[in-house]
Structure formats: structure tokens, C-alpha cells
């Protein structure tokens, strides 16, 4: 079995190598130009540049995989024999589902003794990383497991999964409908900070609105605090947009609430950070 995720996952880009997980590559939009990014572009380097322009005001726009995307990817490993499990962003939101169901129609009837299944995760970012981490943090248990096995851990890994996120510039959640204009000219400056989440339908649905980030911080602390309060053996998945001192203080902030954790620190991709936007922040942990 062949696992594949999406451009939308935001991990430690060692562990997606060391399980040889392939990324399917996404096509962003910006200043009229296309550019296609992959795994090998996620790093603080590459992306410092294309986050400075969103600072300053450009707005990306993300594309959604088409058929040619996963036909492509998946056409390889089928014909060597391998089934495919696609553990993707929640399709609730990308518009990615019909062009899969579409490249697996076609590469059924080239294949029909493979599965190429798809689990949706209800999440994004660090969301994605836990669930993939969880599927594989030992292993000797995952050595050898069936489409039909990991489908079945995930669906309760996810009945576990908790995330939040903290958007630092309303402006970047116009294109999602969350706010209109004027609500986000005055929120600004204002300087409040909405603290959202995804539902189990993978949903973004609004938590809180703080004012000031270092509020919104120490509210999202409390609130994941609480849910960890007596558990020892976690992990807890925090992802950034160009804000690595950001995560760091959250870090911070969790361990002298008493989390006891092991804390894994990634940078977003340009997929969830066009989303996103700077200064933006997610956590995640089962």
C-alpha cells in the first residue's frame, strides 16, 4: 500500500520522507502567474518570499487537484502492483472530490485487481499530521497494514482529532465568506484575532474572537490546556505561517500550563497559508 496525501498537510517534513509518503504537488495563483509547489519546497527559505508578498498585500489563490493530478500520481504505483490509500484535506474544503472519483473510474478499468481508496481527514494543516502520525507512530504496527486496516484506524483517530487556529489578518477570510468587508476593515483595527476550528464534518466554524494576538494566544492555550489536562504521552502539532517565534511562545505557553507533550513544530505550506495568511498559527493533537 501506497499513501498520498495533499499540499493542504502541514508536517515535519522528515517524517512524511522516512514513510515515503508521496505529496501530490498544488498549483498556486499569484500576480497572474501559476506555480506548481511540492514537498521539496517547504522550507523557511523558499516560502519566506511568497509570504512577504501576501504581507504586503498580494492574494494568492490556491487550485484544485484535477483528474490529470491524480491519475498521474496514482498510474505509477498501480501499475507496480501497489494499492493507493489518499488521505486528503477535508472536502469540505476543496472543490477536488468529483476529479478524484473521476481518476479512479478510469484507472479501475485499467487496474480492476487494485483499491485506490480516499479518507477524507475533516481537517487540513497539522490536522492532517496528526492523523497521519497517529496511522503510523509505531512501526511494527503499521508494517504490512491493509488499505482496509488504516482506513479503519483513521476513522478512529479522527473521532479524537482536536485543532484550532488563529487567523492574525481578517482580510485573508474574505474568499471564504467568514466576513464581509467592512467587518474586516473595522475587526483590524481593532486588532481582533478569531480563533476557529474545523468540525467533524470539516467545517471552519468560529470559536472565539480575542483582541490582540498575545489574548487570542493565551485563550487558544487555556482552551487546549483544559482538553489535555491529566493526559502524558501526547503529541502536540503546532504549524506556522512565517512565524516561528509565534509557535515557540505557544510552546511556551502550553508547558506552563502543565501540557506534557512531545511538540512538533512545522512551518504552513503555501496552500493552507494562502488560506490562512501571516502571522497565522494551528495546533493540532488525537
Known sequence: M?????????????????????????TIVSAGEEK???????????LKEFFVSMKKGSLPQTRALDKEAFASNFEPVLSKGEDVLYISVASALTSSSDAFDEAVK?????????????????????????LIHGLLEEDSESAGITIDDALAKLSELRKNLSGYFIIEDMFHMRRGGKYKGADIVTANAMKIRPIMSINDEGIIENVSKQRGTGMAMAYMADKVAGELSGKSGITVFISHVNSEEK??????????????????ISIMGPVTGTHVGPGGIAIAYL
Open 2 to 26: 501506497k499513501i498520498f496525501t495533499d499540499m493542504a498537510l502541514d508536517a515535519d517534513v522528515s517524517f512524511i520522507m522516512k514513510h515515503e509518503i508521496s505529496v501530490i504537488p498544488a
Open 36 to 46: 506548481k509547489y511540492s514537498l521539496e519546497d517547504i522550507d523557511k527559505e523558499s
Open 106 to 130: 478510469e484507472l479501475k478499468v485499467k487496474f480492476p485487481d487494485r483499491k485506490v481508496e480516499r479518507f477524507d481527514s475533516c481537517s487540513a494543516s497539522v490536522g492532517m499530521s496528526a
Open 247 to 264: 509557535a515557540e511562545k505557544l510552546k511556551d505557553l502550553l508547558t506552563e500550563r502543565g501540557v506534557n507533550a512531545e511538540f512538533i
